[in-house]
């Protein structure tokens, strides 16, 4: 791909070497997690998969990030706008990484949910049923930005000095909106409800107080799942 010249504000250089830093200590954090939840035998249950599986799409985005702003901080050190020939393969790799790492939230929210409320229904809390789930979100996480980048709809932001879906009112913008953030949330914050709701009834009945204290602690995970996808969602559209 052709370069050209750009006039590149000093302030970037800085955004740029946080962004890399960041994706670097959560390329860490992921791996060093994954490594503990690999090797100890104590955490190869259903729920220690969920959670090695948001670590590694947590190290797939993490890694794809880095890359795109390596590339970045290099063209804006040049001052150069430059597309580079795999740029927008990074771009739908990281539409799914963001995917599969959200979704990771709400299989992990979609378990604790069965786990309070259909404990005796132990197949759903399996590790093969688990895995199955996982695959599949696998799948259609690679799949779903197909479309966009068959439409064209990726295109190369010289401001960014990335490929990504230009934001402005489109069905790719709403579509992979929707798919990343929007289904995943809406999920997540039904679950929540749902448990909340499910809680105040068992308070009003004579149950068994371990039960309670289960529910209450799941609920407590969804929450913080929830606040978790909160700062996600400000810190993409900030």
Same mark, same amino acid.
């Given at each position: #791909?052709?370069?050209?010249?750009?006039?590149?504000? @000093?302030?970037?250089?800085?955004?740029?070497?946080?962004?890399?830093?960041?994706?670097?200590?959560?390329?860490?954090?992921?791996?060093?997690?994954?490594?503990?939840?690999?090797?100890?035998?104590?955490? +190869?249950?259903? @729920?220690?998969?969920?959670?090695?599986?948001?670590?590694? @799409?947590?190290?797939?985005?993490?890694?794809?990030?880095?890359?795109?702003?390596?590339?970045?901080?290099?063209?804006?050190?040049?001052?150069?706008?430059?597309?580079?020939?795999?740029?927008?393969?990074?771009?739908?790799?990281?539409?799914?990484?963001?995917?599969?790492?959200?979704?990771?939230?709400?299989?992990?929210?979609?378990?604790?949910?069965?786990?309070?409320?259909?404990?005796?229904?132990? *197949?759903?809390?399996?590790?093969?049923?688990?895995?199955?789930?996982?695959?599949?979100?696998?799948?259609?996480?690679?799949?779903?930005?197909?479309?966009?980048?068959?439409?064209?709809?990726?295109?190369?932001?010289?401001?960014?000095?990335?490929?990504?879906?230009?934001?402005?009112?489109?069905?790719?913008?709403? *579509?992979?909106?929707?798919?990343?953030?929007?289904?995943?949330? @809406?999920?997540?914050?039904?679950?929540?409800?749902?448990?909340?709701? *499910?809680?105040?009834?068992?308070?009003?009945?004579?149950? +068994?107080?371990?039960?309670?204290?289960?529910?209450?602690?799941?609920?407590? #995970?969804?929450? *913080?799942?929830?606040?978790?996808?909160?700062?996600?969602?400000?810190?993409?559209?900030?």
């Amino acid at each position: #791909m052709n370069s050209s010249r750009l006039n590149v504000e @000093s302030w970037f250089i800085p955004i740029d070497i946080l962004n890399i830093i960041c994706n670097s200590l959560i390329i860490e954090l992921s791996s060093v997690l994954l490594f503990v939840l690999a090797l100890d035998k104590i955490c +190869h249950t259903a @729920s220690m998969m969920l959670i090695g599986n948001t670590c590694l @799409s947590a190290l797939m985005s993490g890694c794809c990030m880095l890359s795109m702003y390596l590339n970045t901080l290099k063209n804006d050190l040049k001052q150069i706008q430059f597309q580079d020939s795999l740029c927008i393969f990074q771009a739908y790799i990281t539409y799914v990484s963001g995917a599969l790492f959200m979704n990771s939230l709400l299989l992990q929210a979609i378990h604790r949910y069965f786990t309070a409320i259909y404990r005796t229904r132990l *197949y759903f809390q399996s590790i093969q049923c688990q895995f199955l789930i996982i695959y599949l979100t696998w799948i259609f996480a690679s799949l779903h930005p197909v479309p966009v980048v068959f439409i064209g709809a990726i295109h190369y932001d010289a401001d960014n000095q990335m490929c990504q879906i230009h934001l402005e009112f489109s069905f790719s913008t709403i *579509y992979m909106s929707l798919r990343n953030y929007g289904i995943p949330t @809406s999920f997540i914050t039904f679950i929540y409800f749902q448990l909340i709701r *499910y809680i105040h009834q068992m308070s009003t009945r004579v149950i +068994h107080a371990t039960t309670l204290f289960r529910a209450k602690k799941e609920l407590k #995970m969804v929450q *913080y799942i929830g606040i978790l996808v909160v700062i996600l969602i400000i810190l993409g559209f900030s």
